[in-house]
Structures are given as structure tokens and as C-alpha cells.
């Protein structure tokens, strides 16, 4: 072999050896049993199945059937939601059912040992299945079945709660799963008197109010709204929360309101339940007076949504109280266009509110947002009743249930039960079956653990919350779970906060945050800007009306869910507030000369604001005496539009420049947009002096001609007397007739 072809063939044999190298590392890693192949490409990042995250990559459920409540004869039937978050696929693997035969004794006990991952002792397998491989970002539920008398308590005659559990295993990974069991054994139980509280509200908004395409939307047959009130069926003891901000979006459209919204709103009136009203937009009062407010805020104004051709004839009242008057008509026959003299009455805003609410005086913050310095401003502001969270309570320090009530001065909390309300949520928000079955095992549990507490029976509230959607899917089957369970009775709100209160329950403050709080300050500053802004419109209203709805709305308990991104929903509304109060400015000026002595400068303003037509002040003030101005200068300027304001000035002796500083004002003297200057360079001595060469030159003029009219005459006169001396003859002289005759013989000659 040639010495120049030897490097090549190394470079042969290296690559090969790499190769061989690489083949036998591939071979030699273990994939592990249960484990699908999966490759990673070239320089790409694929994580292990560890997971890259504080998230487990590998996480299971477990939840009995039938509510997870079982009968003696009944078999175990139990699904297993295995769940995989990793960025690999996991081969098939198997899940193992276990009881854990010792009885839990307490609400407190059953919380611990479901929070718990520790190994249970003497835990018993009472099943298994076969998991299927899991691709990454997938889940599958597996069900076990065991028969009736593989149970450790099937003999058992009493009612107890049992811990359940699984053991789920693919590949390397293994999970486990906790939930509950009620075994049911007819026994006669001490059932708990349960009060239900539910929010009839919207998706979060700032909008102010619903749109018409919203509105349809919502009350069609499987809508949001729709499918609260379908739920309620059967369940005339749920006090139901009513945003009056519903029912103010669909009377504002007046006969434009969607047929589903007003048959909607009907249904709503017919319902037997006990009513009281949220704020409007369910606004936040508690963080309103966190931010410093005396009192939470309520609507000013909502003409501004009213469209007069909407309200002929007049739409028929629905749902609202004896004392409101219904809106009267001038007409008794339709008008698609109101003409003069057929001119509609509008509802006012209290008519737009109102309804035939059973109970006044209700407030209800969000959970776990209540200070002890909150309830005197809202008993101040015609609140005497405020439901809170437990969690904003010692409840759970007391080692039992506690009932629903807490006295505080001039008025009473009612406290919902924070475990069982958050478990009634997560049912009636389940996507699934197996879902629905795991929250409301942990119901059942509750409440049979309830039951066997000392004393008489609980009387406890469950609060259902705002968050989107606040009733999912299963609302209706989750209350005809809770309401007909053995351990269970249906109680209304005024029933359950009846009830005696329990020794040592005290309210634990839990201020909302101070970002939270802030933002709420920023949005209450933005609306008084506004406020003041909104004195130039003919009807100040038409703005007040619309940003204090935007407000509550933007405030609504609804924000608080952590889902909801309430922070750009605040900047966007910042963002509103600044085009609004910028939509009225002065147009900058360049420099302006000014040579007389007075005189108007003119000056354009304009008006971005679409529908409103503005009033306007125009000051000036100039920078030096140069300059004087008299009076402001006042303008209406249309929607839409510019206008020029001129501003009278005099000007005084001496040129030079003079900064005129121009702001804007309103008719009552607010200050609208910020100020701006123009230059001013003042040439009034020109005039005098123009003045003064004008007249000196018609002095010289005048001088002049009368002097040569003075010398014109002199000449004359000498002249005359020259010819007078020659006339006579004397001395020889020639006098004219001789000095022409001479002139006559000179020519002869």
C-alpha cells in the first residue's frame, strides 16, 4: 500500500471501530421491562422518565363506584386513572387494588391518611389489572372488580369509612393513588342538615354588561345559564346568589334581547328557591374595601346601553319586585322607529336590577379573603349576613364539624364547609365518571363521618364557587347525590344559619394579596380620572355609567380563580382609560408672528371620542407681559371631529417672544389633558413706528408743496414787480414794446 493512501484507510478503520462502539453501547443499555423503545434524534433533548418537572410523570386516581358509597352482597367495582406527564411513552404495566382494613374514626383522620404517601400497614390486595402502554401526555382508566366477599368488612353490620388505594407500576415508575370508601350497612344514621348556596353567574368579563351574541350563547338549551337552572331541578332548597348583571344585559336590549335569554330569564322567576342578590358584576366587596373604599361600589348609570327604538312597545316586566314600577308605554302598538309625540319611556336603572330577591342583606366575598375589619364597613353598607370559606375560620383546629354559624357584632358569617364544598365542586365540574365518583366519595365520607360525631346533628353549608364554568356538567346529578344521601338533609340557607353556632369557631383574617389589592386601587383611580374627564359630555353618564360597569365587572369573584389572567385583563382596561382621556387634545402650533396690536390666534382641537360631542375651555397664559389676555375661549366640538378656538390677545410695547402655555378645561373647571405651549413672537412696534414714517412722510409731503407754493408765489410776484419798473421809460429803458421791437430788427437783420 502506497504511503499517501495509508491515512485514508485509518480514517476508514476509526470510523469503523466509532460505529462498532456505538452498536455495542446501544445493545448493552438495559430498556428496562415495561418501557417502550423510544430513540432520542440527534441533538435533541428528550428528559428521562424522572420527568424534568416538579409535576410526576407518572400519577394515578382511584375511586370507588356508585359514589363511593357499597352494600353489603354489592362487589367492589373501582376505576384507576393512570396519567402520564412525562415526555416518553411507558410500556404496559399493572395496577394493584388494596383496602386498607382499618376504619377511619374522623374527618381529620380520613384528610391526613388521604394526604399521606407513607406505606400502609397491614393493607390487603383485593385486586389487580393490566395498564395499557401510555404514549406521553395520555391517561387510561382500568377497572377492578372485587367480589362481595374478598372485603375484609363484608360482614361488618356497622357504617364505616375505609381508606382504598393502588399501586400502579410501568416500567421503573411506580405510583400511588388514595381515595375512599363508605361501606353502607343499613344501619340508622344521625344524617346532617346540609344548606346549599349557588352562584348564578357569567363568565369573567369587563365588558359591563353581556352581549346580545353572548346572551344567546349562554341560554342555549346546553348554555351555561341553561344548564344552572336545568340543575336546580328538583332542588328547592338551594339558595341561589343572582348577579343582577344577567338580568340588567338582557332588559337593556329590550325587544333586541335574544327569544333563549328572555325565556331564560322566565324560567328564572318560576323557580321556588330562595334568592338574594350579588353585587353587580358579582363584584368583589371585600378587596374594594381592602383598597381603601368606604363602601363597595354599585352601578351609576346604564342609559348608556338603551336604544330607544328597542322599547316600542314597551317589553313586558319579568321577575321584578311589586315596588319597582313597571315601565309604562305611550303607544299600545309597535313602532319600529319612535317619532315625536310616540316618544318611549326608558326603564331607569333600578328597574333594569331589580328582582323579587326572598333575601336581602347578603354578602359573599370569595373564599378565604375576609378580614375581621371588613364586617363593620359591609353591616355599614345594609350587609348583616356574610358567607365565608371555613377556611377563613379555626374550623379546622376544632377536631369536628362545626356548625354553619358564626355570630360577629350586629350581624352573623355563614361559614361553608371548606372540605365538603371543595369536594362538591371538583363533582360537578368532573370531566368524567370516574372523576365524578372520586369527589364525591370524599362527600359521602364527610358526611358519614359527621354522623357518628357526638351531639345532635351538623347543620352545615356547602358554596359552591364562581369559578368558569361554575356548574360543568354534573351540577344536577351532584346535588341529587349530596341532598339524597343517607347522611344527608335538605335544609334552605335561612334554616341553616338558624342554627345554633359552635363553641370556639372564630373568624382567622385572610386579607387578599397586596398585588390584588394595588390593582383594585389603580382601577378605582382610572374611574375617578374618568369621572372628571367625563364633565365636557352633554350627559357625563354616558361614560360614568359605562366605566363604573366595566369596574365591576372587572372586580368580579371570578377573577380570582388562578385559570382567569385578571392581570392583562387590568392592563388592557389601563390601556382603555388612557385612550379615552388622551381622545381630547390640542393640536401642537408652530411658532405664530403677531405685528398688530391685537388680534385672535387660532388654535385646533380635537375630538377622537366616536359618539360623544365635547365642551371645552381654552386658557391661556402668556409667559412674559408682552403679551395680555383677556378671557378663556369656549367650544363645542362634535364627535369624531376638529374645531379651530381662537384666543383673543392684545399686545403691549416691546417685541420679542412670548410662550403662551394653552390647557384645556372642562365647564366646570377640570382640566382635561395635559397642557401645551406655543411661541408667540410679537411684533406690535412696528405698527406704531409704520405709523409714525407714515405720517412724518405725509408732513414732508405736505411741507414740501407748501413751500414750493410759497416760492412759486415769490417768483411771481418779483416777476410782476420786474415788468412793472420797466413799463415807464425812464432812464432810457426799453420797455416791452421797445425790447420786442429790437428783438423783431435784430432778426431783420
Known sequence: MSAPARPSLLRRLRGLAAAAAAVLALALVPAGPGFASVAPAPSTHVSTAAGDSDDPPLSATVAAEKAGVLAPGEPLTVSITVTN????????????????????????????WLASTDAVDKSLTVGSAPVPTLESGSSTIVTVTVPAGSLPFATDPSQSVFGIGASVSMGTSTTNARGSLVWNAGATAKPSSVGVVMPIVSPSTSEGLISAADLATYTAPNGVLTRELDGLVRHSTVAIGLDPMIIASIRVLG???PASASEWLFRLSLLPNETFSLGFGDADVVGQLQSGLAKPLTPISLGYALDPKNFTPSPSPVGEPADVAPTPTKSPTPSPTPTAGNTPVLPTLDELVSWDFSLQGIAWPGDDTVRAADLAPLRAAGFSTTLISGGNTNAASLGGT???????????????????????????????????????????????LASQEEGPGKHVLVAFDRSWPSSGTQLQRTLDSLLNSPWSTPATLPETLSAPSTSGLALVDAPESQSRVSAIRSLTDDEGRLDQFATILDDPTTLTG????????????????????????VTKSHETTNDTLNAVTIVPTENVNLVSAQGSIPFTVVNELPNEAVNLVLRASPSNSRLEIDQDTSKRVPANSRATMLVPVKAKLGNGQVTLTLTLYGPTGVQIGPQSTAKVDVHADWEGIGALIFGILLVLLFGFGIVRNILRRRDQRKHDLDETDGSDGTDGAAGPDGAAADTEDAQRG
Open 546 to 569: 359605562a366605566s363604573r360597569s366595566q369596574l365591576l365587572t372587572l372586580l368580579a369573584v371570578s377573577w380570582q380563580n388562578p385559570h382567569a389572567d385578571w392581570a392583562a385583563a
Open 402 to 448: 362545626s356548625n354553619a354559624v358564626l355570630p360577629s357584632d350586629g350581624g352573623k358569617l355563614g361559614v361553608a364547609d371548606a372540605s365538603l364544598s371543595a369536594a362538591i365542586r371538583q363533582a360537578a365540574s368532573a370531566p368524567s365518571d370516574a372523576s365524578w365518583n372520586g369527589a364525591m366519595s370524599k362527600v359521602n365520607a364527610q358526611l358519614e
Open 85 to 112: 406527564s412525562s415526555d416518553l411513552a411507558y410500556g404496559s404495566g399493572t395496577a394493584v387494588l388494596w383496602v386498607d382494613p382499618t376504619a377511619q374514626k374522623s374527618r381529620s383522620s380520613l384528610d391526613s
Open 255 to 257: 325587544n333586541a334581547a
